[in-house]
């Protein structure tokens, strides 16, 4: 079980105007895992949220961050120790890209030299290069710019934590979905806690490995997307799932998933004697071809063999192979095999290297668990 | 005679009585500038506060000049002291209201993510809200200094000497050229004042700051 990072006991916020924003909530997050919080504007989501950096004070309840009552914690400390990012960024108008960067390791005194490489190594991580954007002023920066920047800061003093408030909801659609799977990327390097706030069902499934859905202050269901997606506790969660929940599932699923893993594989260097008897071992029409790296070359057929004796896999292989990615969706990679009437594909990982094979009988077993029929592979 | 040679023959009383002039005002600027910063910064700390602060000091500065120094004299008797009294008090508005407008109109994004990541007040104060409003508060300076060397000439009624000295005696003796001598330094002094916090406001807003 992986070790609890925040918990939130029985946490209750009510405004000074008699608002009920949050009410009495409790839930555990892990270490490593990003809790996406979704819901109707007023629901709470966001006052859940700086309630963890104490932007806002509960009126009652106890919110633990490494199992240490955060009330207790000298404010200043606490917020240090959490990236926080915001819609609106907030970027400081008069200071440069890297001066806004590098705010919380100058607060916290780091040396110039460690604040300067850092701030380099965060902006070629969210894709700005330091040498032309390092001494721009926000004004100068684009939207999309401006909250890679915010992320960047977000980032720079190495928290263990971080809040995302909307971070992406004021960016134009085409923007907004770039920076999602470049979150979908960073995520995948760096070891962070995140709650991250939306008001976008598609958003909350896609980044989150679990989705708190609130509604009038109330955790109404916590739970993985593919949960929420089959199992909506209510009417309200099923509303806002929304519809094409079968596609949305779909998404959430990747060729990894629905693959057969284990290959038989030869060289390039082994002769076609070698092949032929392998291919009678495994009773195995087809071999990958891989070299010593791992790396998919190509495959040899059986036809290619049956009338050479002699020489190397090398000359007989075929080359020009399609493949899927085994990080790839399956909607896109059931398509592209139609496309190209492919009925199977070696699938390789971004290195390249061969991780196994997907075939349509995967897809329709797929499609037949998603529906709901125990259907097996034909 | 004519002006150029009442110039040349008062030209050491006029540059002393304009570099008492100066004194006045730097003195009068800098101070209240101290205190005016300083008020229109906690006000921003204490809102509900700000609008009756700002108001008393807008009372202050639509009393006439002349009326102040009058009231003034009772207590603190004539010359130079009334006189910088005086000046302060009625720099306070635009000093305190520039200030407070500069600071609370920060994008409140900007505060949000100050707080967010971690800044004590202090630290916020000092590194984001008085940089960012610097222009607006360099522009109450400047509406102050100007003001004052204007305000500076009519002190020199109550004894507080400068270049309103030539100018109260010209016009008492019908003395043209007396009067020009002191007329003419003491608008130039205003208008090359205006100059210089115009250029010291572009050379003070931070880079990000200019479009």
Redesign the interface.
């Known amino acids: 079980m992986p070790k609890v990072i925040i918990r939130f006991d029985k946490v209750s916020k009510v405004f000074a105007d008699g608002t009920k924003a949050v009410d009495d909530i409790s839930f555990d997050i892990y270490d490593g895992e990003c809790v996406t919080f979704v819901g109707p504007s007023g629901c709470g989501k966001t006052t859940t949220v700086k309630l963890l950096n104490r932007l806002i004070e509960p009126t009652h309840g106890t919110i633990y961050l490494n199992g240490e009552d955060t009330a207790k914690a000298d404010v200043i400390a606490l917020r240090r120790g959490i990236g926080y990012m915001i819609q609106d960024v907030g970027l400081f108008p008069h200071m440069t890209v890297a001066q806004n960067v590098s705010l919380v390791p100058r607060l916290i005194g780091w040396t110039k030299g460690d604040q300067e490489t850092r701030t380099d190594d965060l902006l070629h991580l969210v894709g700005l290069e330091p040498s032309s954007f390092r001494n721009r002023y926000p004004h100068q920066l684009s939207g999309g710019q401006r909250q890679r920047v915010g992320v960047a800061r977000g980032l720079a003093a190495d928290p263990p934590v971080i809040l995302m408030d909307e971070p992406f909801g004021a960016l134009d659609p085409i923007t907004r979905a770039q920076l999602q799977d470049e979150f979908v990327r960073l995520r995948s390097r760096l070891n962070k806690t995140i709650l991250f706030v939306t008001h976008d069902i598609d958003e909350a499934i896609k980044l989150g490995d679990r989705i708190a859905v609130m509604r009038s202050g109330k955790v109404v269901q916590f739970d993985p997307p593919a949960k929420i997606l089959r199992d909506p506790v209510d009417p309200f969660v099923r509303d806002l799932v929304g519809k094409e929940c079968g596609l949305k599932l779909m998404k959430l699923s990747k060729i990894a998933d629905i693959m057969e893993p284990a290959l038989t594989t030869i060289t390039e260097g082994a002769s076609v004697m070698e092949a032929k008897q392998l291919m009678a071992e495994r009773k195995s029409d087809i071999l990958f071809v891989v070299d010593n790296q791992g790396n998919f070359e190509g495959v040899v057929h059986f036809d290619h063999l049956q009338k050479r004796d002699g020489g190397r896999v090398a000359e007989v292989m075929d080359r020009a192979t399609l493949t899927a990615r085994a990080d790839g969706e399956i909607r896109p990679t059931l398509e592209m095999m139609l496309k190209h009437k492919q009925v199977w594909l070696p699938v390789v990982d971004e290195e390249h290297r061969l991780r196994g094979i997907v075939t349509m009988t995967h897809f329709v077993c797929f499609f037949a668990t998603e529906a709901g029929i125990q259907g097996t592979a034909a | 005679m004519s002006i150029l040679a009442y110039f040349v023959k008062s030209a050491n009383l006029i540059l002393k009585l304009t570099l008492e002039h100066i004194t006045i005002t730097v003195i009068a600027v800098s101070v209240s500038t101290v205190i005016g910063v300083a008020i229109g910064i906690l006000i921003t700390r204490y809102r509900r506060a700000a609008m009756s602060v700002i108001g008393v000091s807008g009372i202050i500065y639509t009393i006439p000049s002349l009326a102040l120094f009058g009231m003034l004299i009772p207590f603190i008797g004539i010359g130079i002291k009334p006189a910088l009294i005086a000046l302060i008090l009625y720099s306070q508005l635009a000093l305190i209201r520039n200030t407070y407008v500069g600071i609370t109109t920060i994008?409140p994004?900007?505060?949000?993510?100050?707080?967010?990541?971690?800044?004590?007040p202090w630290?916020f104060l000092r590194?984001?809200e008085l940089?960012?409003a610097l222009p607006v508060i360099m522009a109450g300076i400047r509406t102050a200094a100007v003001m004052n060397i204007g305000t500076a000439t009519i002190a020199a009624y109550i004894g507080a000497g400068g270049l309103g000295w030539l100018i109260f005696r010209g016009i008492a003796s019908v003395h043209t050229e007396q009067i020009l001598a002191g007329a003419l330094p003491v608008t130039m002094l205003a208008i090359g004042v205006d100059y210089f916090f115009v250029l010291l406001e572009r050379a003070l807003t931070?880079?990000?700051?200019r479009?």
Not at chain 2, 206 to 209: A, F, K, Q, V
Request: charged share 20%; net charge positive; hydrophobic share 35%.
């Open positions: 994008d994004s900007i505060r949000e993510a100050g707080r967010g990541m971690g800044m004590s630290q590194m984001v940089p960012v931070p880079s990000g700051l479009r």
